[in-house]
Structure formats: structure tokens, C-alpha cells
């Protein structure tokens, strides 16, 4: 009994150990591939099977050589064959597919699946990356900056970089820059290979690719079919080279082999891309200024764009085509922000700051280098926080209709026209390259939405920018088209902007750049009114900014620095920054709040049991039932008999990661990362053990939906493990 009984508590003991040293409650970190080997042992106990070399080598092909960065980092995505075959979100592709899109080949709401080479649409202006290496320049870099203040140490630091890119690119086709981490207390030297000639291979119908929408975005259980295929194309001798019809598919260094095994609760697995932007090291002040100024002004003035454009994407296909992609965008965003305000307070993101802060300043004590940070930084938040909002509704707000995106591009005309005889030559050169990029941008120009954007936004800024704030061409617009209250003035204005503005359509456009005269650009109400705005902003209120950031920059450096010395856990790996990070964890579920248990995986029987015929966000095409109660799952099936959609690990991800390939113990693509879980949308700024996951779509899905739904012969292309 006795013998029984110690048993059972040496056992307990066990457990009990083993829990607090359990893997799954560290996965905390975004981290440099080329400093992997110190995690090894981590990564091991949590399952993994490879070495830090097949991650990151730069001697032979490893993992990152198969990883490519989108675009400059709004994505990522992964090498797949041998042909350069390229997987990526289907939200990474959007723009691609919408502007390949058209009311008679609508590719967007069909799918298209391209049979041969030859039929694989060129993307005018999409470019991948892929890193050639890395190299620590901290200590060439942190030794020069001494005693410079912010303005010379960012100049030094600039033409550091420049030498050092130089150096490592020169008799290549390479390019290189210095980027900075944690505010600037280490430096990197990154080497890149950029590839021009991507064409999209095939991509789902939007029902499957956006399957629940905006409804669904941000938020686990999840039935999205969020993938996009692409291929990168060379010049014969494999060297990246711009778009040409002869051009022939890119022979990676190395591609990822597909895992068909399939995925349990526990499991490890790696996440291997490009996050974009992090802010873990954000104190309690920036966290009370983001709750309660720029978050609501970025949320509020987003609201009214999507509205207005919701409106009119909803009554025709071409006006849904050409706003779709930026609808989109802002859309994301939108919504990322309302959930991280809540967020935030729900998990007390604040008192969380304070307490770290209280540490700290104990810790100061008596350190000159630490003891007045917050003092300092507490006066800069102060003398800035009056004016924070400013520029959000700006940028967010006015700035966000298309007219006046429009007039901003005509700025440059305005100092030329004091004398156009003497500056012909410039004057013509403007005018060419702006009809250049007008064509494209009247494409996306909705004059109705647009309209109300203007009146809305100006009345939001209106009512919630201090009226000390606001520029002269306010009280003139409230006087020139009075009608009672300023709602219905700003709105008279938006109408009249829009029957005169030379910058309301191409044609008018046209005419006035044939004859351009200073009286017509100054007189254009809709260059008055973006002028008015950016003019007061410039003069009056970007130095508070200015200011703000430069000692914000200056103190979290401090900051950071002396967190690492307090405690150098609290700094073991670098804020996000858009450059490639591993992240490494498990298949995991969570509870989101009491009494209900999300499972780590959702099956296509949720596609069902979701599915709204005609609704925008939650239909499905019609193959799809057919396949779906016929059981014609392939190869794709899990154990239960369903197809696998998607699944949850607790990868640190963030935007910029979305495509990135998740990775089982032996470096096999299982999915693909496209999304954060709402109850951890305060992510960026703390990560939350309890509740943050990375929602992944499964790659059986893919398959699936490749092969059986678009009836595509793509998959022969793979290397298939099973
Ligand atoms: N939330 C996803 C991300 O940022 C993007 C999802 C796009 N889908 C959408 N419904 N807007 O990675």
C-alpha cells in the first residue's frame, strides 16, 4: 500500500516536472535562422528531427533556400518542385488574380487552373526574394555610432550599409542591405536574389480561397482554402531575369517535399518566413495612447472607406473587380485593429506593461544609462499624445479617397507652373508620367463611393480632431458650401469636388494636363482640399511626430538594452522586421473562454455545415457538393474519413508570415500559415501562451482542392511522402 502510494507520487512528481518543462509552453520567439543551433536543444526535445544546418546553410541547400519572400514582405511563400513551383496564401495572390480578372474571365470567382506552361499568366510587377545569407554587422556597426545623435547615427548607419552592401554584391546579381534590430542595438547584413518573371499557376474560386470572408478572418474554427499557386521563371542558364516569353522555369536550390502522413494534437512543427512587423517591447503608455486615440481613428476612418465601397462593389461585377483587392487590404486591417483594442483589454495588456515597467524602474535604480527612461519617455507621450490622432485620420481617412490620392500625385506641378515656358520640359515629364500610371489607376476609381468618402472622412476628422487642429480649408468649405449643419456642407463639397475636379476622371485629367496653369491646379477644389490638409499637417503638426519618434526610438533602445541585463530572458530574440524568422512549436488546442474547447482541427464537413447558397462570404461552388457527397477525397483523406481544412499550432507568427510553410519534425510541408486566432489579436504586442495560435490551412485541403476540385494534374509535379 505505502510502496503503491510513493509510487504514484514519485509518478505525479514526474508528471509534474515534465509539464513545467513542457515544450508546448515555450513557443514564444521569432528566430534567426542563422543563430538556430542555439535552440536546438529546445527544438529537439519538442520533435524535431533535423539540425540547425538544414534549416540555415550557406555552403549547401537547407530549408531557406526553398522559403521566398512576396513582394518586399507583404508574403510568403515556398518552393514546392523542382520547376520552381511556388505555394502562397490565396489572400497573398489577390491582387494578382483580381487584376487578371475580368467579367468575361473571371478568374476570381471561377478559379483557374493553367494546363501547360504556356497558358501560366505572367503578374506584371509581383517579385520574390530569396536569401542568399546573412551576416551579424552589430560589432562594424555599434562602434561607429558613438556619441552621435539620432539624426547622424541613422545617417551612419545608412552609409554603413550602403559599403558593406556594396562589398558583399559587387560581380554578382545579388542585392543587399543592412537592416536594423531591436531599435537598433544589433545589425544585420542581409544578401538577397530577386526573381522577376512569376506567373500565377492556378488558384481556387474566391468561395474556397476566402471561404467566410470578413466574417471569418481573424478567427479559429476556420474553413478557408487560403492558397494561390505561382511559378518563378529564368533566363536559360537559371539566373533570375525579367519577364520574357522564352523564359523557363527556375531549378531551385532546393524544394519542399509534401507530406500526405497527416497531423495529430502535440505534433512539432515550424513555421519558416517572413514576419513583418512585431512591437513586444511597447510600454503602457503606448499601449493606453493605441486603445484610446489611433486605434479608434484607424478603425473609424477604415469603416467608412469599406462602406462606401461595399455598397457599390455590390451592384456590378466590374466595379466589384476593380475595389476588390483594396476592399480587401483595408478590410484585413480593419478588423485586426478592432480586435486588438479588445484584446488588449481583455487580457489587461496595460497592467501587464506597468508591472514589467515597475521591475524595471527598480532594477534602474542608480544606473545613469536607465534611471530617467521613463521620466523622458513619459514627456514625450505627453507632449505628443494631443496630436496622435492627426495623422491616422489623415492617412486613414482623408487621404484614403481616391481624388485625392490623385491630386497629391499633381503636388510636384504646382512650384513648375509659375513659369511654364522655362519649365516645359519638366512640366511635359510630369505630365507623362502621371497619364503613364493614370489608366491603372482609373480602373479602381469609383466616383459614387469615392464621393461619400470625401464627405464622410472630413466630417470624422470634423468631429474628432481638436478644432485648434484643423487647416483654414475646413472653415472655407463650411463657408463657401454652407447647408446648415456640416454634415450636409462637407457633403455639398464632396458633390461639387466631383462635377469640377480635374482630377474626378481621365478626361478631365487629360484636358488639363494639355494646358496646365497654376490658377487651374491652386483654384481644383480637389487639390485645395488635399493641399489644405497636407500643407497645415507639414507645417504645423509633423515635427510633434517627428519629435515623438525619434525620442521613442531613442528610449526603447535603452530600454531593450537594459531588459537584457535585467533579465536576459526578456530579450532572447529580435522584434519582427520583415526579415526571415523560424518559429517552432506544436499542434495545439486551446480554450477560448469558459466551458468550450476548440479542437486543433477542422474537416470539410464544417464547409457544409457553414455553407449560405449566394451568400457572398459562405457559398461554395457547385463541384464541390458533388465531390464532397460522392466521398471523393483521393489520396486525401484523414483516418475519420474526412479531409482535413485546417489546423492550429502555437507558432509565433504575425502579417508577413501569411503563406509561409508549416513544416513537420523532418522539414516536410504540412500547410500553409494564413491567420491569427481572435483571442490573441493583441499578439504583436504581447504574446499570450494561453490563447495565441497560428491557423494554418492543411495541405490535403490543397491537394485536394487542386487535383479533385479545380482538376488540375499540378500534384504529379510534387514530391509526395506518405
Ligand atoms: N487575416 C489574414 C492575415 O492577415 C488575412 C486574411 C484575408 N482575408 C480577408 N477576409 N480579408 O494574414
Redesign the pocket.
Same mark, same amino acid.
Given at each position: 500500500m505505502n510502496r503503491t502510494k510513493t509510487l504514484i507520487l514519485a509518478l505525479l512528481a514526474m508528471a509534474s516536472t515534465a509539464f513545467a518543462t513542457n515544450p508546448t509552453t515555450t513557443d514564444e520567439g521569432m528566430w534567426l535562422p542563422m543563430l538556430i543551433g542555439k535552440n536546438q536543444a529546445q527544438m529537439k526535445k519538442q520533435g524535431f528531427k533535423l539540425t540547425p544546418q538544414d534549416i540555415y546553410d550557406i555552403n549547401k541547400a537547407s530549408l531557406k533556400d526553398a522559403i521566398v519572400m512576396l513582394g518586399g514582405g507583404f508574403?510568403t511563400g515556398e518552393i514546392v518542385s523542382n520547376k520552381g513551383l511556388l505555394f502562397t496564401? @490565396? @489572400?497573398?495572390g489577390?491582387d494578382a488574380i483580381t487584376t487578371l480578372s475580368t467579367p468575361q474571365d473571371n478568374i476570381l470567382d471561377n478559379g483557374f487552373w493553367a494546363k501547360t506552361n504556356a497558358e501560366e499568366r505572367p503578374v506584371e510587377g509581383l517579385f520574390v526574394d530569396i536569401l542568399v545569407r546573412m551576416e551579424d554587422v552589430t560589432n562594424k556597426i555599434l562602434p561607429e555610432l558613438k556619441g552621435l545623435d539620432e539624426k547622424a547615427r541613422a545617417a551612419k548607419v545608412n552609409s554603413l550599409g550602403n559599403e558593406f552592401s556594396k562589398k558583399a554584391t559587387d560581380g554578382t546579381t545579388y542585392n543587399a542591405s543592412v537592416r536594423e534590430f531591436a531599435k537598433g542595438n544589433a545589425y544585420y547584413l542581409f544578401v538577397f536574389e530577386k526573381f522577376t518573371d512569376i506567373r500565377l499557376v492556378g488558384t481556387p474560386p474566391q468561395s474556397i480561397g $476566402?471561404f467566410?470572408? #470578413?466574417t471569418?478572418?481573424?478567427e479559429w474554427p476556420r474553413h478557408?482554402g #487560403?492558397f494561390s499557386v505561382f511559378r518563378i521563371y529564368v533566363n536559360k542558364e537559371n539566373k533570375a531575369a525579367d519577364y520574357a516569353a522564352e523564359n523557363v522555369p527556375y531549378t531551385p536550390k532546393k524544394f519542399l517535399p509534401v507530406s500526405l502522413k497527416g497531423i495529430k494534437a502535440g505534433d512539432f512543427t515550424m513555421v519558416f518566413g517572413f514576419p513583418g512587423r512585431t512591437n513586444r517591447y511597447e510600454t503602457s503608455m503606448g499601449v493606453k495612447l493605441a486603445i484610446e486615440k489611433v486605434n479608434p481613428a484607424i478603425i473609424n476612418s477604415r469603416d467608412i472607406r469599406l462602406k462606401a465601397w461595399k455598397e457599390e462593389m455590390d451592384k456590378d461585377v466590374v466595379t466589384k473587380l476593380a475595389l476588390s483587392s483594396e476592399y !480587401?487590404?483595408i !478590410?484585413?486591417?480593419w $478588423?485586426?485593429f478592432i480586435g486588438q483594442t479588445q484584446q488588449m483589454q481583455r487580457l489587461k495588456v496595460y497592467d501587464q506593461k506597468l508591472a514589467l515597467e515597475a521591475q524595471f524602474k527598480d532594477f534602474a535604480k542608480g544606473k545613469p544609462a536607465y534611471e530617467g527612461i521613463f521620466d523622458e519617455w513619459q514627456k514625450a507621450y505627453t507632449a505628443y499624445e494631443p496630436y496622435a490622432a492627426h495623422q491616422s485620420y489623415l492617412s486613414q481617412g482623408i487621404f484614403g479617397a481616391n481624388v485625392v490620392q490623385m491630386a497629391l500625385g499633381a503636388g510636384a506641378l504646382e512650384p513648375m507652373l509659375s513659369d511654364t515656358a522655362k519649365n516645359k520640359a519638366m512640366i511635359a515629364q510630369i505630365r507623362n508620367s502621371t497619364l503613364k500610371n493614370a489608366d491603372e489607376f482609373y480602373k479602381s476609381f469609383n466616383l459614387p463611393s469615392d464621393q461619400k468618402i470625401v464627405a464622410q472622412t472630413l466630417l470624422l476628422f470634423y468631429n474628432n480632431v481638436p478644432k485648434d487642429q484643423h487647416p483654414p480649408v475646413v472653415a472655407e468649405i463650411l463657408k463657401e458650401f454652407s447647408a446648415g449643419t456640416p454634415e450636409e456642407s462637407f457633403k455639398k463639397f464632396a458633390q461639387e469636388m466631383y462635377f469640377t475636379s480635374h482630377f474626378a476622371s481621365k478626361a478631365n485629367l487629360v484636358k488639363f494636363l494639355n494646358n496646365p496653369t497654376a490658377d487651374g491646379l491652386t483654384n481644383d477644389l480637389a487639390y485645395r482640399y488635399f493641399n489644405g490638409f497636407r500643407k497645415n499637417y507639414v507645417s504645423k503638426f509633423s515635427k510633434f511626430a517627428a519629435d515623438f519618434q525619434t525620442a521613442d526610438k531613442r528610449l526603447a533602445r535603452a530600454y531593450i538594452k537594459g531588459l537584457g541585463e535585467m533579465n536576459p530572458d526578456l530579450v532572447k530574440y529580435p522584434d519582427a522586421n520583415s526579415t526571415l524568422r523560424v518559429s517552432y512549436g506544436n499542434v495545439q488546442t486551446y480554450a477560448p473562454r469558459d466551458a468550450v474547447h476548440y479542437d486543433h482541427k477542422t474537416t470539410m464537413k464544417g464547409l457544409a455545415e457553414k455553407y449560405k447558397p449566394g451568400d457572398s462570404?459562405f457559398d461554395l461552388p457547385k463541384n464541390f457538393f458533388d465531390l464532397y457527397n460522392a466521398k471523393d477525397f483521393g489520396q486525401y483523406a484523414d483516418k475519420d474519413g474526412q479531409v482535413p481544412v485546417a489546423f492550429i499550432t502555437n507558432n509565433d507568427i504575425t502579417?508577413g508570415?501569411?503563406g509561409s510553410p508549416v513544416l513537420n519534425a523532418k522539414g516536410e510541408l504540412i500547410g500553409l500559415a494564413?491567420?491569427?486566432n481572435w483571442e490573441a489579436m493583441s499578439g504583436d504586442i504581447v504574446f499570450d501562451k494561453t490563447y495565441k495560435r497560428c491557423i494554418n490551412v492543411d495541405i490535403r485541403y490543397v491537394l485536394w482542392c487542386i487535383e479533385k476540385l479545380g482538376g488540375s494534374d499540378l500534384v504529379k509535379e510534387l514530391q509526395i511522402v506518405k
Open positions: 508574403c496564401n @490565396h @489572400h497573398c489577390y $476566402k467566410g470572408g #470578413d471569418d478572418n481573424w478557408t #487560403d !480587401a487590404n !478590410a484585413n486591417y $478588423k485586426y462570404e502579417g508570415n501569411s494564413f491567420d491569427g
